[in-house]
């Protein structure tokens, strides 16, 4: 089978991640990377044996990249390579707004493009055994309560706490609730930060139709924590998205213990974004359009907090 030629743009901690990924993969040949430090896309570009290279070098020279570049650029440069019939996997955000997610899909749609977008925990081992047990019980969730601690960084600039952290979680909730999130209302929703406009640490409380929701996220933790409960009619499940194992008690009793060893989720994500590439029909699991219904609870939720 022939190589896909695949470029990475934007090589800060995230895009390096992509290029590792790639990097040992035999299906792949990791032709250059993009980024305006030249200085450190060169080393990148030595160590790693590809070249450092403009956008408008890409067409013609790959078939998908990865856009790990930061959020507010993932608009147009996502619009640029899929109008150019470059599959995408984009890191999440999509976009920073619904709006401009929405363009995006419309665009890799009209040049029958795939549009991945990084949810990453969605590719976590132990979320996935999660949803196969909701869906072997046949149980729909009636209480969900998400906890997203990281430790303070500067890294990301320009997204507040819900689209940085919380937006992985909400993304988790909304691939759960499935139909049932035409049902979705925000109750309330509340944030702080040292900037008033941009909250480092968020809370908000949703309902759908039998399933109270609590989110909360917090980017200057001295601790990194990441905690999934979920409870039906006649189990609890506990997730620990750091550790990917997940406890499952009913009748107030332990009943099972995951015992699979880690995979990293990037690594399962790129090898379904390959997957997706090489065969355009095949529908991704964190597709451009589910990541737009994200965007719109991400905005309302946004919307509620500034408005308190």
Same mark, same amino acid.
């Given at each position: 089978?022939?190589?896909?030629?695949v470029?990475?743009i934007?090589?800060?901690?995230?895009?390096?991640?992509?290029?590792k990924?790639?990097?040992?993969?035999?299906?792949v040949?990791?032709? @250059?990377? +993009?980024?305006?430090? &030249?200085?450190?896309?060169?080393?990148l570009? #030595?160590?790693?044996?590809?070249?450092?290279?403009? *956008?408008?070098?890409?067409?013609?020279?790959?078939?998908?990249v990865?856009?790990?570049?930061?959020?507010?650029?993932?608009?147009?440069?996502g619009?640029t390579?899929l109008?150019?019939?470059?599959?995408?996997?984009?890191?999440?955000?999509?976009?920073?707004?619904?709006?401009?997610?929405?363009?995006?899909?419309d665009?890799a749609?009209?040049?029958?493009?795939v549009?991945?977008?990084?949810?990453?925990?969605?590719?976590?081992?132990?979320?996935?055994?999660?949803?196969?047990?909701?869906?072997?019980n046949?149980?729909?969730?009636?209480?969900?309560s998400?906890?997203?601690f990281?430790?303070?960084?500067?890294?990301i600039?320009?997204?507040?706490?819900v689209l940085?952290?919380?937006?992985h979680?909400? @993304?988790? +909730?909304?691939?759960? &609730?499935?139909?049932?999130?035409?049902?979705? #209302?925000?109750?309330?929703a509340h944030?702080?930060g *040292?900037?008033?406009?941009m909250?480092?640490?968020?809370?908000?409380?949703l309902?759908t139709?039998?399933?109270?929701?609590?989110l909360?996220?917090?980017?200057?933790?001295?601790?990194?924590?990441?905690?999934?409960?979920?409870h039906?009619?006649?189990?609890s499940?506990?997730?620990?998205?750091i550790?990917?194992?997940?406890?499952?008690?009913?009748?107030?009793?332990?009943?099972?213990q995951?015992?699979?060893p880690?995979?990293?989720?990037?690594?399962?994500?790129i090898?379904?974004?390959?997957?997706?590439?090489?065969?355009p029909?095949?529908q991704?699991?964190?597709?451009?359009?589910?990541?737009?219904?994200?965007?719109k609870?991400?905005?309302?939720?946004?919307?509620?907090?500034?408005?308190?």
């Open positions: 089978m022939k190589p896909l030629n470029a990475v934007g090589v800060g901690h995230m895009g390096i991640n992509h290029v990924a790639y990097k040992k993969r035999t299906d040949n990791l032709v @250059g990377l +993009v980024d305006p430090h &030249l200085k450190q896309g060169q080393g570009a #030595e160590e790693y044996n590809c070249r450092v290279l403009s *956008l408008d070098e890409l067409p013609g020279l790959v078939d998908a990865s856009i790990v570049s930061p959020s507010n650029t993932h608009a147009k440069i619009a390579m109008s150019k019939g470059i599959h995408c996997l984009i890191e999440k955000p999509l976009a920073m707004t619904m709006d401009q997610s929405r363009a995006l899909v665009i749609q009209k040049n029958k493009c549009l991945l977008v990084g949810h990453i925990e969605e590719y976590n081992t132990g979320f996935q055994y999660l949803r196969e047990c909701l869906e072997k046949g149980e729909a969730p009636l209480f969900i998400a906890e997203r990281n430790f303070g960084s500067d890294r600039q320009d997204a507040d706490v940085d952290l919380m937006i979680d909400l @993304g988790c +909730v909304l691939d759960l &609730l499935g139909v049932n999130v035409r049902f979705l #209302e925000i109750l309330s944030g702080s *040292l900037k008033p406009s909250v480092d640490t968020a809370v908000a409380v309902r139709k039998n399933c109270m929701i609590t909360q996220a917090n980017r200057k933790s001295h601790l990194r924590h990441r905690e999934f409960i979920l039906t009619q006649n189990f499940y506990f997730l620990n998205f550790s990917q194992q997940v406890s499952v008690y009913r009748n107030n009793q332990l009943m099972s995951t015992n699979h880690w995979l990293p989720p990037l690594e399962h994500e090898s379904h974004f390959i997957e997706c590439a090489r065969n029909e095949k991704p699991l964190t597709s451009g359009m589910k990541a737009s219904v994200t965007m609870y991400v905005e309302a939720i946004q919307k509620r907090i500034y408005q308190s």
